[in-house]
Every structure is written in C-alpha cells, then in structure tokens.
C-alpha cells in the first residue's frame, strides 16, 4: 500500500520503551489498518479509528509516551548526575502542558483535520496534573537550588554567603569565581562538569571535594541495568552452561577496549598439521 513500515510493533510487559513506539506506529499506519480491518470484518475496531475523539485521545497518549522515552533515554549515561537528571525531570514537567487549545508540545494533536481538543481537552489536562502530582511523589527531592553554585560557579560569586560554606571553602569559592582563566575553561563545550570540578583539585581542594561528593550519587539505575544487559548477551542459550561470569564481565563493562591486534600478535595462531 506504499505505507512507511512493513509491519506493525507489539506491545512487550518487558520493554517500556516499546508502549510509545506502538502507539506511534498505530497512527501512521491509521488508513492501512482501516483497511485491513474492513477486509477481515473487524467492524469494532474501524469505528474505533473512525471515531474523531478515540483518535484524539490516541493521539494524545502516543505524544506523552514519546515524551516519556525521550526523557527516559536522555537520563541514561556513566556522566549522568543528579544535577543534570533533576533539570531535566522539570523541564519535562514545565514542557508537558496545554493552555487553553495550544497543542504546540504534542504534534500527533496537530494531524490535518484535528480541529481542537474538543471534549478531550479537559481529560487531557487531568492526565497531565496527575502526571505532575506522580512526579512529585516518586522524585520529592527534584530540587537543586542548592547545588546551583556547582553548575554556576562563576555567576553566583555575590551570594558566596548564602551558600552554607564553611570559611575555607567561602574562600576557595570566592577566589575560584576571580579566576578568568578557570571561567574560560568552564565554557568550553567539551569540558563536563565532572571534569570541571575534578580540575580543580589541586588548586581548590575543599571546594572541589564538596561539589564532587555532591555530583557523584547516580540518580538512575542506569550501571546496574547495563550489567545485567552484559550478563544476559553473555549467557545466552547456546552458553547456559557457562558457570563464571566474572571475567567475561569485567571485560564488558569495563570502559578500556582491548587492542585486539596487538593481543594477537603475541600469540601464535594454530597451524595446520
């Protein structure tokens, strides 16, 4: 039928990511699926895709679901810190609204011939204070005024005694926030923040020390999650047997790639008899 996609995605209890992925793939294949169901008399199903407020509430969910995986995949990474993913739950939180018919933030809502919300509208805005009441009682502490000096260390140099630092780091604070050449380095696009503050160990010990206790907590599951990815490729079907991991998973977790060739021309290959 000349569609996009060859087949349609099913909806796993494993995989999360997937429920967006479906209900994307459902709307762009909206005219190909009406017509199979016309040709297997599946009579339930086309008035469901003829009907203008089921779509719209589809629509709806395709568009918060991508929202979700777009966040939920941006949380993942070994940088990823409590700072960065804080920002971005209430960005997410700030991104994920409609004011009166504004659907700008949803673009399946914007399909031709969706005119408005209708009588979506208001369920529409009740899913989403529900979805920011959730958010709030599972990530109660997403607040990171307190950190603020260690994202902007150079632009909060006047408030260095609202800071609850001790004398030492005040005034490690306040010569680090005189340094140009710091600050210069600090802009620099390629430089983490991580980095940043590891830098300056050995100039700005105390102060250093503070801002990397305070970025090191992980606020993702995301390393337990990457090992217990490693260990189910390694022990596949065909190796259940294998009784040690330990090696083979130091080997896949571990951030140093091997120099294969140079390993190998230490070693002579087995040759023929």
């Given at each position: 039928m000349g569609a996009a996609h060859i087949s349609m995605i099913f909806h796993t209890d494993i995989r999360w990511l997937s429920r967006g992925c479906v209900l994307n793939r459902i709307i762009e294949l909206k005219e190909?699926?009406?017509?199979?169901?016309q040709k297997?008399?599946?009579?339930?199903f086309i008035k469901l895709l003829e009907n203008y407020t089921w779509c719209l509430k589809l629509?709806?969910?395709a568009d918060i679901f991508t929202k979700l995986n777009e966040l939920n995949l941006s949380m993942q990474g070994r940088l990823e810190g409590i700072v960065t993913s804080a920002n971005k739950m209430k960005?997410?939180?700030?991104?994920?609204?409609?004011?009166?018919?504004?659907?700008?933030?949803f673009?399946?809502?914007?399909?031709?011939?969706?005119?408005?919300?209708?009588?979506v509208k208001n369920l529409i805005l009740n899913h989403l204070e529900q979805l920011r009441e959730a958010v709030d009682k599972y990530f109660p502490s997403l607040s990171t005024e307190k950190l603020d000096w260690i994202v902007s260390p150079f632009e909060l140099a006047d408030m260095a005694e609202e800071?609850?630092?001790?004398?030492?780091?005040?005034?490690?604070f306040l010569d680090m926030s005189a340094d140009s050449t710091l600050k210069v380095?600090?802009?620099?696009?390629?430089?983490?923040l991580a980095a940043f503050w590891h830098g300056t160990l050995g100039e700005y010990p105390n102060l250093a020390k503070k801002a990397i206790s305070l970025l090191l907590p992980f606020f993702t599951s995301y390393l337990c999650e990457q090992a217990f990815s490693a260990m189910a490729t390694i022990k596949l079907k065909q190796r259940n047997r294998v009784l040690s991991l330990e090696d083979d998973?130091?080997?896949?977790?571990?951030?140093?790639?091997p120099d294969i060739k140079s390993l190998c021309s230490k070693h002579q290959s087995q040759v023929s008899h």
């Open positions: 190909e699926l009406k017509a199979f169901f297997e008399r599946h009579d339930i629509s709806y969910l960005c997410f939180q700030r991104k994920s609204a409609v004011q009166k018919d504004d659907v700008s933030n673009p399946s809502l914007q399909q031709p011939g969706y005119n408005g919300l209708g009588t800071l609850h630092f001790t004398a030492i780091e005040r005034d490690e380095k600090f802009e620099k696009s390629d430089v983490t998973m130091w080997v896949a977790l571990s951030t140093i790639r």
